[in-house]
């Protein structure tokens, strides 16, 4: 099973700050995507990276591909209180299309 | 853009029965669904591989025989989960690959099940 690392696991912060999530693996992913959940719901993807050392921005949201493609970051700038949820990336499983997820970052902002 | 429907959202049953849960692809035809289960603050762990017109696929530790899957159409899979016990209650999540390019994935809303 390739196993994706997530950190931090829960994120307490203020409206306006930044932060950083990151995704962590020993194994090369053809493709990494990010989702976000909120309570009660199903993730939502946000974005997928296929390409190493590729970087793709999404509003405020900035994703970050390693180059050896094994790990990937999710960058807020000036979170918001709608930004609130669980984030979670995920990475095609070697024997088919199933994803396996890393364990999720819980993020809340306060106003 | 592509939709999975789940349904029910959220279902309390007593402990012995079962509950069904279905999975539609609304605008696409999934040959593979996946069912996820989900406890409260934790990551979505794989049960099972759903499979149009064959056996479900199931990971390592789930029974088969107490969640039974079936995919007899290519837009609709079902997951029942039979003689439930409060410990069976969690958030269960069904998704579908469109194929497309990166294989993208779509989830259902989730079903939230309470075994009482």
């Known amino acids: 099973t390739q196993l994706l690392e997530q950190s931090p696991q829960f994120l307490s912060i203020q409206e306006g700050e930044n932060l950083t999530v990151y995704c962590n693996s020993s194994s090369v992913f053809s493709s990494l995507q990010w989702y976000r959940q909120e309570p009660g719901e199903g993730p939502v993807l946000l974005v997928t990276?296929?390409?190493?050392?590729e970087v793709k921005k999404l509003k405020r949201l900035t994703f970050q591909f390693g180059d050896a493609r094994k790990d990937s970051s999710l960058h807020i700038t000036a979170a918001q209180p709608g930004d609130t949820g669980l984030y979670l990336c995920a990475g095609l499983t070697n024997s088919g299309y199933a994803l396996n997820f890393g364990k999720g970052t819980s993020l809340l902002v306060t106003p | 853009g592509a939709v999975v429907s789940q349904h029910p959202s959220r279902v309390i049953c007593k402990s012995g029965t079962s509950v069904k849960i279905e999975c539609r692809s609304l605008d696409f035809q999934a040959t593979t669904m996946f069912w996820y289960r989900q406890f409260p603050k934790q990551s979505l762990m794989l049960m099972a591989t759903s499979n149009e017109g064959s056996k479900a696929t199931y990971e390592q530790g789930v029974e088969k025989d107490k969640f039974l899957i079936n995919h007899a159409s290519l837009t609709l899979s079902t997951l029942t989960v039979t003689s439930a016990h409060p410990e069976d209650s969690s958030f269960y999540i069904c998704?579908?690959?469109?194929?497309?390019?990166?294989?993208?994935?779509?989830f259902g809303q989730g079903t939230r099940l309470t075994v009482v």
């Open positions: 998704s579908a690959p469109t194929w497309r390019l990166n294989t993208e994935a779509f």
């Open positions: 990276v296929v390409t190493g050392g």
